[in-house]
């Protein structure tokens, strides 16, 4: 699994971050590859600066990757529970995190043992 660093506060620069990562690629090696300086990688990469798509494209090819995009239908069920769960009461709403919580401590007990 790879973790973004904390500094990448954008979603492009998240990506730049892990574009190079995964190629291996110093800040440096992944500007001369896509023709800026290092110090336009590292103003992405921090959250300095928010690329254009094209520009984001530009600089994921510099690291041998392309970037895709793909609609799909918008999935609301997180949105539609938290929904539910604002409608109850303060009492249901406290047993309801009470068994959320044992649900997830036999969960991870059970993943102990495995």
Known sequence: MV???ERARTTAGALLVLAREDQGLSQRELAQRAGVSQSEIARIESG???????TLQRLLAGAGLELRFRLAPLDDHDQVLADRHARRSPEERAGQNTRHRQNVDLFAANAKRS
């Open 3 to 5: 973790v973004v660093s």
């Open 48 to 54: 300095q600066r928010e690329p254009s798509i094209p």
